[in-house]
């Protein structure tokens, strides 16, 4: 095994984090050590990281459109149909919002193409009743019959599981229970029980931190997961947006570097979080976001004080402007609770490129600010007329991104989502972070 940093950029997380990464290494090393007894070393190559993404079945019907015929499915392993929903029947999920009519023609493109189809289960607008539908042995048989019956008639290869979150409040009118997480692995205990369930691909899209316990604090011991789960896919972004304090990176990948205050966690925290509660490293595939978000900053804030083009660290913004962002935002209105909710302000990569926050290959551009924080490995860009800043990834952040993914021994990434990324240049760029 190689593990070196080609880019003194990368030094300052190598020193941070020296000892997961050394962990992580000897782990990597004995992982492949114990295949070479059965592969020849010739036959053994990089192909065996997950390359995921997240499907938004929506976004079929959005202007710009992204349809099955848009994904480049020779760089995927997996691809993950977004979303089925658990109902407050236990034996019914809902495709509603996702275009379910279309979901056959997406098994049936990523199978001609060799990729895993999946079916993500659930989402931030879609955990309103896993809680119940694992909250008793009657439930959860019927769930079982429920997704196992589902797969069955679609012919999917796995379930990503997207409770956001067990024993936890996401969207605010989630039933949640002190026994989630408990039940959850008894569901997937018997879910791998069942003949059906015994052969998918099983995983989850989790937090930073691991899974709430009875306390509502995050467990320390989730060994029983891995067990039942071919991967976790952690979902590193939306760590800051427009709830923060400041404006900050929607996906850090180092946080320990950056003042305390600014440690609202990262990829390298988050993977130290589930792999210390016992998920092993190789099961654990970093997720990853092909979009941003926005604030509406005032030159005042913007910039370091007496420069022009110099942009501030964790700028205020203000608080009551909620800036609409490319095409596919939303103009807010009620969410799945029936709450009113401002619209959302991400850019996706393509959108900031459409915005001419970018140029058509992703790169900065002259009248445009810009600063890269090397903590995160993510840029800001601010707009001076419109007074909008963006904290968002770009090629340079998704390079880093998979050098660490291979650093740490991580299975893989999965990104949210297929349709932000604009002619596969975050793809790319993180594939080949991976296999360098
Ligand atoms: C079992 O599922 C039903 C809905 O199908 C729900 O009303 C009930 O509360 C669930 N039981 C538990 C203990 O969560």
């Known amino acids: 095994m190689i593990f070196h940093f080609s880019t003194s950029s990368l030094l300052f997380y190598l020193s941070v984090f020296s000892s997961l990464v050394k962990a992580a290494h000897e782990h990597h090393e004995h992982h492949h050590h114990a295949r070479d007894t059965l592969q020849t070393q010739a036959a053994r190559d990089d192909s065996d990281f997950f390359a995921i993404a997240w499907f938004a079945g929506w976004h079929q019907d959005s202007t710009p459109s992204f349809a099955t015929s ?4 020779e760089k995927y392993t997996h691809m993950a149909y977004s979303f089925a929903v658990p109902t407050q029947d236990v034996t019914q999920l809902s495709l509603d919002g996702s275009e379910g009519d279309k979901l056959p023609a997406f098994v049936q493109a990523a199978h001609q193409n060799n990729v895993k189809a999946l079916i993500a289960m659930g ?19 019927a769930f079982v019959k429920t997704v196992t019956d589902f797969t069955s008639k679609y012919g999917l290869d796995g379930i990503n599981f997207d409770w956001e979150y067990p024993n936890k409040q996401g969207i605010g009118c989630n039933v949640i229970s002190p026994n989630d997480a408990m039940n959850f692995l008894a569901f997937l205990l018997q879910l791998r029980q069942d003949p059906v369930g015994a052969k998918l691909s099983l995983s989850a899209a989790t937090g930073i931190t691991t ?30 947006g427009s709830w923060s304090a400041t404006v900050g990176p929607n996906s850090p990948l180092a946080d320990s570097c950056a003042a305390s205050e600014n440690q609202q966690g990262s990829a390298a925290t988050a993977v130290k979080n589930w792999n210390g509660a016992g998920i092993p490293l190789d099961k654990i595939v970093l997720g990853v976001a092909s979009y941003g978000h926005s604030f509406v900053v005032p030159h005042s804030d913007a910039f370091v004080s007496g420069s ?31 709450h009113h909710e401002p619209s959302g302000g991400t850019y996706n990569f393509w959108g900031l490129i459409d915005n001419g926050f970018l140029d058509q290959s992703g ?36 390079s880093s991104k998979g050098k660490f993914i291979k650093g740490a021994g991580l299975k893989g990434f999965a990104m949210w989502e297929s349709g932000g990324d604009y002619k596969n240049i975050l793809l790319d760029a993180i594939t080949a972070g991976m296999r360098e």
């Open 123 to 141: 989402g931030w607008a879609g955990s309103m009743y896993f809680s119940s539908a694992v909250g008793s042995p009657e439930n959860r048989t």
């Open 308 to 338: 022009s083009t110099e942009l501030a660290a964790y700028p205020p913004f203000d608080r009551t402007a909620f800036p609409h962002g490319d095409s596919w935002d939303d103009n807010g209105g009620p969410d799945a609770c029936g």
């Open 363 to 398: 790169n900065f551009v002259d009248n445009i600010p810009n600063r890269f924080d090397s903590c995160s490995q993510t840029p800001y860009v601010y707009n001076p007329d419109t007074t909008i800043m963006v904290s968002f990834d770009n090629a340079q952040s998704f």
């Open 70 to 73: 848009d994904v480049d499915w």
């Open 211 to 240: 899974f709430s316990g009875p306390s509502g604090e995050p467990l320390t011991d989730v060994s029983g997961f891995a067990e039942v789960f071919d991967f976790i896919a952690i979902m590193n972004y939306d760590v800051w």
